[in-house]
């Protein structure tokens, strides 16, 4: 991992940022496609998905199960579309006890995905077996899959998807502060379609911190 030490370390991290933000790659079903249609691509299939009442899944483990959650809330309250929240701690540890941590995610989709749903697969090396699992799973329910990956290019899931967008960076805080912007532009773009559903925000004026 690069050293980010002495006066320039903040800005040789932020450089890091900006390269492999540069440097990400996306295709669709394997073929490569730029960012603007990769992303105009995508918001185009989570709008039709909300149309239609299909539900997505967000998946990942530490750092990309906390992206993986705050985006099931986000594209609820905000794309306002179904969503369906993969790490309850309760199901989590049940099925992780019960047959192993790496069909946590595979055993769920197995009882809950239906065809046409979608599932976003997020993994910074790209290799953890459950979420290679969970993908597998969704195939067989007929799901659709968009996978986030990093580090090395032929890591497990990098192929799989049916969109697929790779950061080519070994450096965690990088490919999930990237993993994380990716889904925001995604919802988003989902509000410039729809509008927003925010409530309008009135403060007190005596009110108290």
Known sequence: MASYRGKEASASYFHMLRTSFEQMQYDAGGQKLSQEAFFQQLIHRFLKKRTEGHTVYFIGNGGSAGIAMHMTNDFLKNGRMKTHSMHDAATVTCLGNDYSYDDIFSKQLERVACAGDLLVAISSSGNSENIVRAIHSARKKQCEVLTLSGFDADNRIHSLGDWNLYIPCHVYGIVESLHNMVLQRIVDGMIEQ??????????AENRRI
């Open 194 to 203: 729809i509008g927003s559903d925010e409530p309008e925000v009135h403060v």
